[in-house]
């Protein structure tokens, strides 16, 4: 290769002050000139600043899929709430720009119904803070501010809370890469995230959520950040016209993985409308971009998360149940064990308590028995779904009504949903009538999970859940882990069952 195509491909990378720092000061064809070059070129394809082989989505929760119920806007419009544009400089710090500055300002905008702030430092989260957060707490940023993923980012703001710009600038576009010590903001915390959608490209297994009524749902209620792929004509976008078309291996066959914002949607359009962090006068349309719907979904996005400054934001059952407070209606599920049985298969021992002051009918209270991954509930098997055909008087139990033990005999599955190996990192989960026809005034003892020692996950190997068991009725979620609520699990059973 020539070093003046080199350079040409070079400088089309040089786009909102990204690549300004980095010196093309070389004219001839030397070896060593072209060593140099391929060198920046890399330098570049990291200064976007996504590190998509760091990123695990086995780890992430997913929201549920958008099922076509209610009516989605035809426009949505979050871009009052955002702070300005900014600009990353030289550094790969896009997903610190964009979980950080771009959404958890935005977030705590929409909370505060404040649209007067887009230069308040005061009230801007810094992005350099997160990146040295990720870099101390999650050991999760590659040397020389060459990238990140999205899952470190949300927890750290979980965990530690991010510092404002004010105290921990970004000054005249440097930062310090190595040995910084974060500030943090315990007052400035984020409360939980979801992983909207992805791609095989991103799973490695398969696809999930990737349609545009999806995202266009969790834009209803906030914006959300993207992992996209670049190529040529994003690069060099300079207008406020719809990107339908681009080629994401337009760099030497190597992708340019980037974290943005995305503010909205408009259908008129049919098109996603997302911030940047180039600047708002170098790159595009004053630092933003129109993505075509077709694009976004096809051959654009390969990741797309929501978040909420709230930790209950995802638990969408708990409301509902404290609407039916007062029905005199209160079941318990007792889940007893989990063994193996000598024929190859498994039982579950469990019995429904009526601590209610009202006799109660089980026989539209199903318990359903799941078998779910760590982490993504959807990709699970239903192991059962039965039902007692008896009344259950005040302060009694199923077993003494029935006069028997009341057990569930299953085998674990090879395949969970989506065609999915059950081998791996998996919980069992029972839930007591998730779609609630009881009316009962407190779901919060109506689940129960089946785990390993100390809560942790069960380890299945050829459909075999291996070691022992140990029921866990109360909840594995914590901060840190992103882990579901048992009430939460209800509320998707509810979901699907109905």
């Known amino acids: 290769m020539k070093f003046e195509d080199l350079r040409s491909k070079v400088s089309k990378f040089f786009v909102g002050g990204a690549i300004a720092a980095m010196p093309l000061t070389m004219s001839s064809c030397s070896e060593e000139a072209?060593?140099?070059?391929?060198?920046?070129?890399?330098?570049?394809?990291?200064?976007?600043?996504?590190l998509m082989n760091e990123e695990n989505v086995e780890d992430e929760n997913s929201d549920e899929v958008y099922d076509g119920d209610g009516t989605l806007d035809s426009k949505v419009d979050w871009t009052a709430y955002t702070p300005a544009v900014g600009n990353q400089g030289a550094y790969g710090t896009c997903v610190a720009w964009a979980t950080g500055y771009g959404l958890k300002t935005t977030l705590n905008n929409i909370d505060a119904k404040r649209t007067n702030a887009k230069a308040t430092t005061s009230l801007q989260t810094s992005p350099i803070d997160l990146w040295h957060l990720m870099a101390k707490e999650a050991n999760a940023v590659s040397s020389k501010c060459g990238g990140s993923s999205f899952d470190p980012a949300f927890k750290v703001m979980i965990n530690k809370g991010v510092a404002t710009m004010s105290s921990v600038p970004f000054t005249n576009q440097k930062m310090v890469c190595d040995g910084a010590s974060p500030v943090g903001n315990t007052s400035n915390k984020l409360g939980a995230f979801r992983l909207v959608a992805y791609t095989r490209e991103l799973s490695g297994t398969s696809a999930y959520g990737m349609t545009v009524d999806n995202i266009k749902s969790k834009l209803q209620k906030g914006p959300l950040v993207v992992g996209a792929k670049l190529g040529e004509q994003f690069m060099k976008w300079n207008n406020s016209q719809v990107i339908t078309v681009d080629d994401p291996d337009s760099y030497n066959g190597?992708?340019?993985?980037?974290?943005?914002?995305i503010v909205g949607y408009d259908d008129s359009r049919r098109a996603f409308r997302i911030q940047n962090s180039w600047g708002a006068s170098e790159w595009g349309d004053n630092g933003f971009i129109w993505v075509g719907y077709n694009h976004?979904?096809?051959?654009?996005?390969?990741?797309?998360?929501?978040?909420s400054n709230d930790a209950n934001a995802y638990n969408n059952v708990a409301s509902t149940a404290s609407t039916r407070a007062g029905s005199g209606v209160d079941l318990k599920l007792?889940?007893?064990?989990?063994?193996?049985?000598?024929?190859?298969?498994?039982?579950?021992?469990?019995?429904?308590?009526?601590?209610?002051?009202?006799?109660?009918?089980?026989?539209?209270?199903?318990v359903v028995y799941t078998l779910f991954k760590k982490k993504h509930f959807h990709e699970k098997a239903i192991l059962a779904n039965v039902n007692e055909k008896v009344v259950l008087p005040a302060g009694a139990t199923a077993s003494s009504v029935l006069g028997n033990t009341l057990t569930i005999e299953y085998k674990v599955p090879e395949k969970l949903a989506?065609?999915?190996?059950?081998?791996?990192?998996?919980?069992?989960?029972?839930a007591l009538d998730p779609k609630n026809n009881a009316e009962d005034s407190d779901l919060s003892n109506n689940f129960a999970f089946v785990t390993s020692a100390d809560a942790k996950p069960l380890n299945v190997i050829a459909n075999e859940i291996t070691g022992k068991t140990n029921v866990y009725s109360a909840d594995l979620r914590n901060k840190f882990t992103n882990d579901y609520t048992g009430v939460e699990l209800i509320g998707r059973l509810a979901k699907e069952m109905k």
């Not at 190597?254 to 914002?261: D, K, N, S």
């Not at 976004?296 to 978040?307: D, E, L, P, T």
């Open 418 to 430: 989506y065609d999915m190996d059950s081998d791996g990192d998996c919980y069992l989960f029972m």
């Open 296 to 307: 976004f979904i096809s051959n654009f996005a390969f990741g797309v998360w929501s978040a």
């Open 34 to 50: 072209l060593d140099t070059a391929l060198a920046i070129l890399d330098e570049l394809l990291n200064s976007m600043g996504y």
């Open 254 to 261: 190597g992708h340019a993985y980037h974290a943005m914002l």
């Open 334 to 366: 007792n889940v007893i064990s989990d063994e193996a049985t000598e024929n190859g298969m498994r039982k579950v021992t469990y019995d429904i308590v009526n601590n209610g002051n009202v006799d109660v009918d089980l026989s539209d209270c199903n």
